[in-house]
């Protein structure tokens, strides 16, 4: 700013000066304004420059913590997401290990249930084949295997202690029972005999407990070993003496003792060679069917003959042989009494002569 100066009075010029002071001090207070005001602009631009920049930077701020936020929020919604989808993935993998450990399991059930159930059928056909096999009768002797196992047998023999019965008609099949001695005596011609005679309980047992039918022929066991072993050992000594081999044998048949059916309680009971040998004694017919089964045994013809209330046998003999006899398809049969002693072929009782008989054939 210029200063004037100006030549005044005393006066005026303390009042200039005052003025010029008081002008001095708005001057210097205006400038003090003015540089208050330029510096508070300055300070207002500098602030408003700071704020500016402050605010940029706080906005950049803002910005980058919310792009950043916005981020973390994105990452965490990849990450929620990822979260989600990996769960998601577990449980299907958990779901589909489930239903594959289900169906593994639904399998095994199955198959277990198939094992098990193969193994039932397996069993049952065993059990049937078992069963089939128990109830085989493989050697035919109406027993089966079941009963062969009860009774100590074999399936494979129908004999199986070799006996001559089969097992399932043997009171001991497995062997066993016991010997039955019988002490026998009779006479022939001048000569006493006797003979301890030993028979199988078994056989004596297979003869009692048959069936009982009616009299002929059937009694006639002349296929029996125990007949066949009498009727050599009678034929050997026959021979050895010069007997007649169907005297001798009736000889022998004679010394048994008469029995009636009605004194052992039966009304009509036919015995069997076997069981008259073992029990020593019989009517005519047991004594007849005992004759002709030895006879038979030594390889002579013989028939039964059946007379009204009596029974005898016939043995085939040369036409100009002594004595009675019946003719049969043109054979002679020649009447031999079964009972009672000393009688011989061709020798027949008073009251049976001229008497209608009945042939039976051996």
Not at 88 to 93: F, Y
Not at 139 to 153: A, C, F, I, M
Not at 154 to 168: K, N, Q, R, V, W
Request: glycine share 6%; proline share 1%; aromatic share 10%.
């Amino acid at each position: 700013m210029k200063i004037i100066k100006i030549k005044i009075r005393k006066k005026t010029r303390k009042r200039i000066e005052r003025i010029a002071k008081l002008v001095l001090i708005v001057a210097v207070f205006s400038s003090a304004i003015n540089i208050g005001l330029f510096a508070y602009a300055k300070q207002i631009t500098k602030n408003s420059e700071m704020i500016n920049e402050l605010t940029s930077s706080k906005v950049a701020q803002i910005n980058a913590e919310a792009n950043a936020q916005k981020s973390a929020q994105i990452a965490n919604q990849e990450r929620s997401q990822r979260v989600v989808a990996e769960s998601n993935t577990q449980k299907a993998q958990q779901a589909t290990k489930q239903i594959v450990i289900e169906k593994e399991a639904k399998e095994a059930e199955l198959a277990q249930v198939e094992t098990e159930k193969k193994a039932k059928e397996e069993e049952l056909k065993q059990k049937d084949e078992q069963e089939k096999t128990m109830l085989a009768d493989k050697d035919n002797d109406g027993l089966t295997y079941r009963e062969e196992l009860v009774l100590g047998t074999s399936d494979y023999t129908s004999d199986s202690d070799g006996d001559g019965i089969a097992d399932s008609l043997d009171s001991n099949p497995a062997g066993g029972g016991r010997l039955i001695v019988q002490h026998f005596e009779w006479t022939y011609g001048y000569t006493d005999y006797t003979w301890d005679l030993s028979i199988h309980s078994d056989w004596y047992d297979y003869y009692k407990n048959k069936s009982r039918v009616n009299h002929g022929s059937e009694y006639v066991t002349y296929n029996d070993n125990y007949i066949i072993e009498i009727a050599r050992q009678l034929k050997q000594e026959a021979d050895l003496n010069g007997y007649s081999e169907a005297n001798f044998a009736a000889a022998f048949v004679q010394g048994l003792a008469y029995v009636d059916d009605e004194n052992i309680g039966y009304d009509d009971y036919p015995k069997y060679p076997i069981e008259t040998i073992v029990e020593r004694n019989g009517d005519c017919e047991d004594s007849s069917y005992l004759a002709a089964a030895i006879v038979r045994a030594m390889n002579i013809d013989v028939v039964l003959i059946e007379l009204p209330g009596h029974m005898a046998i016939g043995v085939w003999m040369d036409s100009d042989y002594a004595g009675s006899y019946y003719e049969n398809n043109n054979r002679n049969y020649y009447y031999l009494e079964t009972t009672g002693s000393g009688w011989y072929l061709g020798e027949m009782p008073v009251e049976y002569k001229n008497k209608s008989a009945y042939i039976i054939d051996i």
